[in-house]
T-cell receptor, first 115, second 120 residues
């Protein structure tokens, strides 16, 4: 069975500092890994994904994530946080298939950037 | 590209009535769409996988007679909450995978903006 863990309910960072939002996963076989962001009362916006290739994936708004197979992790990072980055972040995993696969979401981490 | 819309964005209804929510892929075709439910300050829970031209696949614990899904075209899936009750009040979100013809669907799901349902 697939599962995703986001161990931190909330992450607080000062503006300009680097941020990390943690994610670990469990899936049989090779995973598809995703990060999405959600602003209040809105749907999810795609940030980035790992399918194959380089372990460091770059995405929207300056975010990046590093796939670590040995640690089964896919932490989201940004070198310099902005107040506008404050939102709810979801890590997600799906199993590679030829057809569209359902995605399993983590519990979410609320990122708060203070000025 | 890859825009998904939902209608309505919010709805308030009386207990016992039925409510239909539409999910449309505006600039791409989607054989497969997904319906999620999100409670306040919680993650998204997958309710069902909607397949164009066939019956939806429901997750364990989701009543298929309660949450009717119809995927009549490659750009439209509908979720009907039948005989709604206050406990059905929630934020409902759909997503879609873009079809690439013979190459199959893409691996990324694109999400709609969500529909907030309040049942009085």
């Amino acid at each position: 069975a697939q599962s995703v863990a986001q161990p931190e309910d909330q992450v607080n960072v000062a503006e300009g500092n680097p941020l990390t939002v943690k994610c670990t996963y469990s899936v049989s076989g090779n995973p598809y890994l995703f990060w999405y962001v959600q602003y209040p009362n809105r749907g999810l916006q795609f940030l980035l994904k790992y399918i194959t290739g380089d372990n460091l994936v770059k995405g929207s708004y300056g975010f990046e994530a590093e796939f670590n197979k040995s640690q089964t992790s896919f932490h989201l990072k940004k070198p310099s946080a902005l107040v506008s980055d404050s939102a709810l972040y979801f890590c997600a995993v799906s199993q590679r298939r030829s057809s569209a696969s359902k995605i399993i979401f983590g519990s979410g981490t609320r990122l708060s950037i203070r000025p | 590209g890859a825009v998904v819309s939902q209608h309505p964005s919010w709805v308030i209804c009386k207990s016992g009535t039925s409510v239909k929510i539409e999910c449309r892929s505006l600039d791409f075709q989607a054989t497969t769409m997904f319906w999620y439910r999100q409670f306040p300050k919680q993650s998204l829970m997958l309710m069902a996988t909607s397949n164009e031209g066939s019956k939806a696949t429901y997750e364990q614990g989701v009543e298929k007679d309660k949450f009717l899904i119809n995927h009549a075209s490659l750009t439209l899936s509908t979720l009907t909450v039948t005989s709604a009750h206050p406990e059905d009040s929630s934020f409902y979100i759909c997503s879609a995978n873009r079809d690439l013809g013979l190459a199959g669907p893409t691996d990324t799901q694109y999400f709609g903006p969500g529909t907030r349902l309040t049942v009085l």
